[in-house]
């Protein structure tokens, strides 16, 4: 039997696919095939292959943001074969909640991240600040205007510009989050003609403005990434993942320099509730289904945590799908940022993530099927705000009235 | 060669081809067009109805719509402009002797190879990036504040990476016209007392007319449709300012997976390519029957 | 033109032709340089030019991680198939056009041009259904024969400009000599356009083997060519440069060394017999 | 074995008539020139015998049968096209062979038919060449070469020698001429140069507008052209045409006399006129003059009359060999 | 004003020496031809004159000035080419007047000059059309047109008529010798063809591998050919040159007879042989006889005579216009 796998080219995928020999050593009538592809083209691929039911993959590497609304429409087998090994109840329960409908869990979690801040300790006392665990925005944009020193191509802030949903929109509606903003009142009607929203980009666009790089509009996770691993960015605020790399002395200039600190707020107690995993699924139409179990719990169990350890280190183990990991001593010390991950993912509720009511699961995104085109269309004019060809009011007001199309149209508003 | 025989025998000679292709286009279109009266959302199957005109009216309103045809418009020709008069310079360039002629052929047809995603990556991040890239490193050595590319000039700068990838190939249908010319001609120019300047203008530029169109007539092809690009680098934004027609379509089909809504709109696009195409084509037929 | 050309204007040019060159080139020989370089190195500032550690680390790492060789090979099979299949379809049609054109032949030609203009994401879904139906997803033979439709309508018309250069008398003096119409394709048309067919072959083996948008949506693992190969590359979190860089080179190489080989035949090609 | 006859053959191309209706008959081991200037329907007319072009009306009947709706092949004829049309990827032994080959013939006997025809041909030494490794003459020759191995009850030729250079031309004439009576088949060939005609044909078919002008031996149409056409189109230099009165004289519209039918005196004569441009071939000497009252006369004298531009001179047409012509153009 | 002087002017491509040395000198007003073998370096020459090839050595001076180094447009010349050059997008009109825009002419003295031009050159139908759209003879006028316009010190011609048909050259051979009348201005003229180089020249310089062998008039040329070169090249049909005991009884190597100085009889004659092929002029025969001594030999008779293909015949030179040359191929 051959199993054909679809997932993500991310540095913890690619070093499972690496193991895949432990796996068929323990299973040898089962084959592995694997595709890796970049998120995006990932996500076309695997949407359009489950919902036309063209069977091409026997598990599918897929996000938070889809397992809720494949689940509900049938695409996902449940997964009640993962084994006695698998210890469920492991696992972290804001991750736990997200992969699972109605109790029942429908993918498993390989990995997951929150969203938090990272520093340089140095700049920051260089520049005489100090970054609290639990922060505000404003003592965010303090701190990165005194450490913002332009002749040196030190910038205070790198946070995410380039437009699309999973780019600067999860930044974003975290942030409106945390201002205290909604996307979507219980009528569905948009929300960004609301003040909340306004506070909350005319603070983005204005931290960044003074104390942001140039060509943050075109900037995603990867190019802050680059930025603030080569040393000239003083706060990066984006997925706990990140944390790993800017640590990793081979790659980052600063590894040594770095701290951590929650999300902030921004007047309202709300984090953000930024959640994501990545989760490996079975669609429901394939006939390998009880292989496919067989990966996927061997994929996603403690043994194959301990596997990754033992063979690459603690630092590069999977993180953010199990208490058991945070409680392991020896992870705790490869990891510096293991504690604020921890804290940052119990904090994160998708069920509620703003504190006015909302009609809607999510955090960092809204689980409706249209968000993709919707939150990518908005991105689009924020990051257009982002880079002074629109004003900011001009953004909101754009973002409203597509906003109110599309929904109209997908038949929420009546 | 007209002979009813070898008439009848090339009706059926052509037919496979002509069949073929005739079923490749109007089976998807055919399927498209009904997708197009469908309200059809792949992430919601069982819920397709007909809607009518529906898709139509919310593709054609979109406030993205006029946005992304004058951005295509603009990407288009923006594209051409730069590499038809680079590809004549080149070409002229190229046309003179000089020593490692060939070599430097060889550089220039080398983009042309190059798939559009890779040169994307390539240009954005590491040439364009106004902290990492190389662009911005120059301007600064130079003490210049540097282009914030996606930024300031988004749309130019897609302009620029497409214009790079063809520019070869103007380049080289350029180069094959000029060499063409007739020697005589110019001689007869010289004798007539026409300088450089004007033999430029009088005898090089009339007679590359007709490589220059064939250059308009395929690059159009190709250019109408381009989206990787956009998708690497910008997503379409900030704002639409980098959203052609095709990216739009994209987003549609491939973000929202609204299969009703990208079908309306493939649907507009073809009925624009068509436009497009048949001005193209009096253009064409003016200058390639010479 | 026979006058000397002076050793001054022949330097001038030579500087400004090789500027050029240089220029234009240098984004590839950037992206093969960076391929050479650690991560670190990649996104250094100010950038190293040829003064770093050289490594071939990221060869190691893109050939552990992928098998490239699967992936060349499907690009060869893909592209090289479907420009072969679509010169059989093309052949006959062109022949027709060009030696028994009729007052429709330029429409026809220009029809199937056009049908080069549908944006091909407006019809993935119906395609993705036809295929699923078929059972033709994820197979060579599915994109051999997509990516012959998408290009037949080139290589008609190229072939059908080759063509008509052929004097038409030979082909009489063929038919005269007793041949039939197979023989007067097989023996005298066909080998006389090799230069023609061949030049033909070279342009579409190089836009079938860069073709993205249909190689990637219709595969999965098996029939997935290079241009898959490099969407397991692009943009993953952490950074990449050097291993996309890498992975670039090795996907661009084999059709950039193809076509400098044979520049020459794709020079014709290029100009579509457009320019005499 | 080649008699060919054409029955109110016509031609069409759409609603243009190319070839109103001809009749004609071809004798077996005839040399027979089609003759007439450029776009008269020369080209049209052979190749209908081909069977290369669909007739429009009338048979085309080849030794007795008709052969109108047959495939070219099996008309049993060869051709020689105006650009050669060899086979440029074949070498000349190839060209050569290809008939024969696509006749399913046997190696053995292809081999020897066509070393047969080289040998005739003076080919033997190129057979391993191509085609563009030739000059004009050789390949003019194999194209020839091409048309014989098959033994064909005639041979057609479009104006063969037109690629040629003068010289060249001259040569391959001969040749040709050499080559009909060696092998005494049918032969039928078309050309505008009417000196080609003369010197090879034995019967000379003039076409003008798709139509018939006259038909005969090269001399009975220099010696007595049946209309005007006819009379301008054969000899060279060009018969003077003459209309007015000196044409009335002999109740006649127009008055024909060739230029070496003329006498020219710097003393007295018929018609005075001052001399124009003056050719020195050397053998002769054309003498272009402007007459008063004849227009421009043509007068052919030998190699060592001299002359200069301007002077006066007197001419005497030659009373016996005067052409006179009706107001058709007919002569009289 | 025109009078061209070459002195000691030589050529070579790389090692290849085309033109080894060449002193000429072509006076005012004079139509000068210069005629050789394909490959013997007229175009070069030629070319060298107008300044669209350098000088490897030597001066070209015109009117008495050193012009080795000028650029083209300076020198004052006009060409035409064998491919006519003209430009393909242009209207006849515009065709034309190209030169004298270049020029910087005003508007209205240049649609004068065209005007006048076109007149002179029977173009004025046709000044709307293009190129593409005129026939040989009318786009070989055009050519002239724009060479006339500038009203240069010499015009030269780089075979202008090879590309045209039979009929056609003889027309365009007229009206360029009807031009130099009329303008009086001196030209060069590139051919390789006799006839043309015959009846046009006041003076003929036959090359040969770059070198001059004679310059003279045509009929001295004709007349008295300093070598066999000449003697072969200049007069149609070619000179019957005989080698052997013929010739030696005349104390030289070879002897050179011309077709038209040999007597054709039946019954006694100096050479017996068999007719070959008889090509019938209509005015002139040329009758090819394979002798039994003396290789082959063409005769000229006129129209009347009557022979058959394979009759016996006797041939007997002129005594008087005997060519006799050395083994040198030198004239004795
Ligand atoms: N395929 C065609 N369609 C329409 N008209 C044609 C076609 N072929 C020939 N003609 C016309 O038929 C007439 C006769 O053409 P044809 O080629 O027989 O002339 P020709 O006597 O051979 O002339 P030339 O000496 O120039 O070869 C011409 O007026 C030509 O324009
Ligand atoms: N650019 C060149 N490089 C090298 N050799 C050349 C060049 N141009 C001409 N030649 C050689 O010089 C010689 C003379 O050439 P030229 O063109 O003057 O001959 P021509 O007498 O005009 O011949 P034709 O009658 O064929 O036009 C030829 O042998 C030719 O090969
Ligand atoms: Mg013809
Ligand atoms: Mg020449």
């Not at chain 1, 802050?224 to 081979?250: E, R």
Request: glycine residues 8%.
């Amino acid at each position: 039997e051959t199993l054909t796998i679809a997932t993500v080219n991310n540095g913890d995928m690619v070093r499972m696919q690496k193991l895949t020999e432990d796996f068929t050593k323990k299973n040898p009538d089962i084959q592995l095939e694997w595709v890796t592809l970049e998120e995006n083209i990932l996500r076309q691929r695997v949407t359009t292959d489950i919902a036309t039911k063209g069977g091409q993959y026997d598990v599918m590497t897929i996000g938070t943001y889809e397992v809720p609304i494949w689940a509900k429409q049938g695409w996902l087998l449940p997964l009640d074969g993962l084994g006695a090994d698998y210890d469920k109840a492991d696992l972290l329960p804001s991750i736990s909640d997200a992969v699972s409908v109605d109790g029942k869990l429908y993918a498993s979690p390989f990995y997951g991240e929150s969203a938090m801040v990272m520093y340089r300790k140095d700049l920051a006392e260089k520049a005489g600040v100090t970054i609290p665990e639990k922060p505000t925005w404003d003592q965010i944009a303090d701190a990165a205007k005194k450490m913002t020193d332009k002749s040196t191509e030190t910038y205070g802030i790198c946070l995410r510009g380039k437009a699309g949903w999973g780019e600067n929109m999860a930044l974003l509606t975290a942030t409106a989050n945390s201002f205290g903003a909604r996307w979507f009142d219980e009528k569905w009607t948009p929300q960004f003609d609301q003040p909340e929203w306004k506070k909350a980009l005319t603070f983005y666009v204005d931290l960044m403005k003074e104390a942001g790089p140039a060509g943050a509009s075109s900037n995603g996770f990867n190019e802050n990434l680059a930025l603030f691993q080569t040393g000239k960015c003083g706060i990066w605020i984006d997925a706990t993942v990140a944390a790993s790399f800017v640590t990793n002395p081979k790659e980052s200039k600063v590894a040594d320099k770095v701290g951590y600190a929650l999300f902030p707020t921004g007047g309202v107690e709300n984090h953000g509730n930024w959640l994501w995993a990545w989760n490996l699924g079975i669609p429901a139409g394939t006939k390998k289904a009880e292989a496919a179990q067989k990966f996927v719990s061997w994929a996603t169990d403690k043994a194959y945590t301990e596997l990754v350890a033992s063979k690459e280190g603690w630092a590069n183990v999977p993180p953010g799908t199990r208490t058991s990991l945070y409680a392991n001593p020896e992870y705790q010390k490869a990891a510096p940022f293991a504690k604020i991950t921890l804290e940052a993912m119990t904090a994160a509720n998708t069920s509620k993530p703003t504190v006015k009511p909302v009609p809607y699961t999510g955090g960092q995104f809204v689980a409706i099927p249209e968000f993709q085109g919707l939150g990518t269309a908005v991105g689009q004019q924020f990051s257009a705000a982002l880079a002074g060809s629109v004003t900011v009011d001009q953004a909101l007001q754009s973002a409203q009235a597509l906003t109110t199309r599309e929904m109209t149209k997908g038949g929420y508003i009546k | 060669m007209a002979t009813l025989q070898t008439r009848a025998t090339a009706r059926i000679m052509m037919s496979p081809a002509v069949i073929l292709l005739f079923l490749w286009m109007i089976v998807p279109l055919v399927m498209t067009l009904y997708f197009s009266f469908l309200r059809y959302n792949l992430l919601m199957p069982g819920t397709e109805e007909y809607v009518g005109f529906l898709n139509y009216q919310y593709f054609l309103t979109d406030p993205a719509f006029f946005t992304a045809l004058g951005n295509t418009l603009l990407l288009v020709g923006g594209t051409l402009l730069i590499t038809v008069i680079g590809g004549i310079l080149l070409a002229i360039v190229l046309d003179q002797p000089f020593w490692g002629q060939g070599i430097v052929r060889l550089l220039v047809i080398a983009p042309f190879f190059v798939m559009p995603t890779v040169s994307a990556l390539v240009w954005k991040n590491m040439l364009m990036h106004p902290v990492n890239g190389l662009f911005a490193w120059i301007a600064r050595s130079f003490g210049i504040q540097p282009v914030d590319w996606f930024a300031q000039v988004p749309l130019f700068s897609i302009i620029l990476i497409v214009a790079w990838q063809w520019l070869p190939f103007a380049t080289l249908i350029l180069l094959t016209a000029l060499q063409s010319l007739d020697g005589e001609q110019i001689e007869a120019a010289e004798m007539d007392g026409a300088g450089p300047i004007s033999r430029f203008i009088y005898l090089v530029l009339p007679h590359l007319a007709r490589a220059i169109t064939v250059v308009i007539l395929i690059q159009t092809i190709f250019l109408l449709s381009v989206f990787a690009e956009i998708l690497v680098t910008t997503n379409g934004g900030p704002g639409l300012q980098t959203t052609n027609i095709a990216y739009l379509i994209y987003s549609q089909a491939l973000l929202q997976f609204d299969v009703g809504g990208a079908s309306a709109g493939g649907i507009v696009a073809v009925i624009l390519a068509n436009i497009v195409a048949f001005f193209l084509i009096r253009l064409i037929g003016k200058n390639l029957e010479r | 033109m026979a006058r000397s050309v002076t050793t001054q204007r022949k330097l001038i040019f030579t500087i400004i032709g090789w500027s050029i060159g240089f220029l234009i080139f240098f984004p590839i020989l950037w992206t093969l340089l960076t391929s050479f370089k650690t991560e670190g190195t990649a996104v250094a500032t100010p950038p190293q030019f040829l003064f770093f550690d050289w490594t071939l680390e990221n060869y190691h790492e893109v050939q552990s991680r992928s098998d490239y060789g699967k992936h060349v090979m499907n690009s060869i099979v893909i592209s090289v198939g479907s420009t072969l299949l679509g010169l059989v379809l093309a052949i006959p049609a062109a022949w027709a056009m060009a030696f028994s054109p009729t007052k429709r032949t330029k429409d026809i030609l220009m029809w199937m041009l056009s049908t080069k203009m549908m944006p091909s994401v407006g019809v993935l879904v119906p395609l993705y259904l036809i295929f699923r139906d078929w059972g033709l997803l994820d197979s060579r033979l599915g994109l051999v024969a997509v990516l012959t439709m998408i290009n037949l309508p080139i290589i008609v018309w190229m072939l059908y400009t080759y063509f008509k250069e052929i004097p038409g008398e030979i082909l009489e003096a063929a038919r005269m000599d007793g041949a039939s119409l197979m023989k007067e394709i097989i023996y005298v048309l066909t080998p006389m356009a090799i230069p023609g067919i061949a030049s033909t072959m070279l342009l579409n083996i190089i836009l079938a083997w860069n073709e993205a948008f249909w190689t990637l949506n219709l595969t999965a693992a098996n029939a997935a060519p290079l241009t898959a190969f490099i969407a397991s590359y692009s943009s993953p979190e952490g950074l990449f440069w050097a291993k996309l860089s890498a992975a670039s080179t090795m996907a661009i190489a084999p059709i950039l060394i193809m076509g400098w080989f044979s520049q020459k035949q794709l020079v014709r090609g290029l100009t579509f017999g457009a320019v005499k | 074995m080649g008699s060919i006859t054409l029955e109110k053959v016509s031609k069409s191309f759409g609603s243009t008539s190319v070839i109103p209706e001809i009749d004609l008959e071809i004798n077996d081991g005839e040399f027979v020139v089609f003759v007439g200037p450029s776009g008269c329907g020369k080209s049209t007319l052979l190749r209908m015998i081909a069977g290369l072009e669909d007739l429009s009306g009338g048979r085309v009947v080849i030794d007795g049968k008709d052969m109108s709706n047959e495939a070219p092949a099996k008309r049993g004829l060869s051709m020689v096209f105006q650009s050669y049309a060899l086979y440029p990827h074949m070498s000349v032994y190839q060209n050569i062979a290809f008939p024969l080959k696509m006749d399913g013939q046997e190696k053995s006997a292809i081999d020897k038919k066509v070393k047969d025809a080289a040998h005739i041909l003076n080919l033997t030494n190129y057979l391993d060449r191509r085609p563009g490794q030739l000059s004009g003459g050789q390949r003019q020759r194999v194209a020839i070469g091409r048309a014989i191995v098959r033994q064909p009850k005639a041979f057609l030729f479009d104006e063969p020698l037109s690629n040629l250079d003068a010289a060249l031309r001259g040569n391959m004439r001969l040749e040709i001429s050499d080559l009909h009576h060696q092998l005494k088949t049918t032969m039928i060939y078309v050309t505008h140069d009417q000196v080609e005609a003369m010197t090879m044909a034995d019967k000379i078919v003039v076409l003008n507008a798709g139509r018939i002008e006259q038909v005969g031996s090269p001399l009975e149409l220099y010696k007595s052209p049946k209309n005007v056409f006819v009379a301008g189109f054969i000899g060279s230099p060009r018969m003077n045409l003459v209309e007015g009165p000196a044409a009335a004289k002999h109740n006649a519209v127009t008055l024909g006399v060739r230029p070496e039918h003329v006498q020219i005196s710097k003393t007295e004569g018929l018609w005075k006129g001052t001399v124009g441009v003056t050719e020195h071939l050397g053998s002769d000497t054309f003498i272009h003059v402007q007459t008063e009252n004849t227009g421009k006369i043509t007068v052919r004298t030998d190699g060592d009359f001299a002359t200069e531009h301007g002077q006066s001179v007197y001419l005497t047409p030659d009373p016996s060999r005067l052409h006179l012509f009706d107001a058709n153009g007919q002569a009289i």
